[in-house]
């Protein structure tokens, strides 16, 4: 797989708004994965986010957590425990929850 490491770096790291130190060496990790899997915690995580339309910095802030914490929860390095997984179902179903969390 050819891939410019620097390139996707700088669009993360312009997403999280946020220094995202050895970013790049995690990449080139990735880039030499040989399997991915996902499992179904990730696609909520992602889809929650999605249906808000909101970038990874946006949604960490609305939820109080940290981006590297998201960043890993989408990612799959770890499973959200069960509150967050119940909080991410109702947001999807109630994308409005969002502001009112926020509020």
Same mark, same amino acid.
């Given at each position: 797989?050819?891939?410019? =490491?620097e390139q996707i770096a700088t669009t993360i790291k312009a997403d999280a ?22 499992? @179904? ?6 889809? !929650? ?5 909101? #970038?990874? #910095?946006?949604?960490? @802030?609305? =939820?109080?957590?940290?981006?590297a914490t998201l960043r890993d929860l989408e990612q799959g390095r770890f %499973? ?6 119940? *909080?991410?179902? *109702?947001? =999807? #179903?109630? %994308? ?6 926020? !509020?």
């Open positions: 797989m050819n891939m410019d =490491i708004g946020e220094p995202l130190a050895d970013l790049c060496q995690a990449l080139r990790e990735v880039a030499e994965a040989k399997g991915r899997t996902t499992t @179904a915690e990730q696609l909520l995580v992602r889809g !929650a986010r999605n249906k808000l339309g909101l #970038s990874q #910095s946006e949604y960490a @802030a609305r =939820i109080g957590t940290p981006v %499973p959200p425990p069960g509150a967050a997984l119940c *909080l991410l179902k *109702l947001l =999807i #179903s109630h %994308p409005q929850l969002a502001q009112e969390i926020a !509020a």
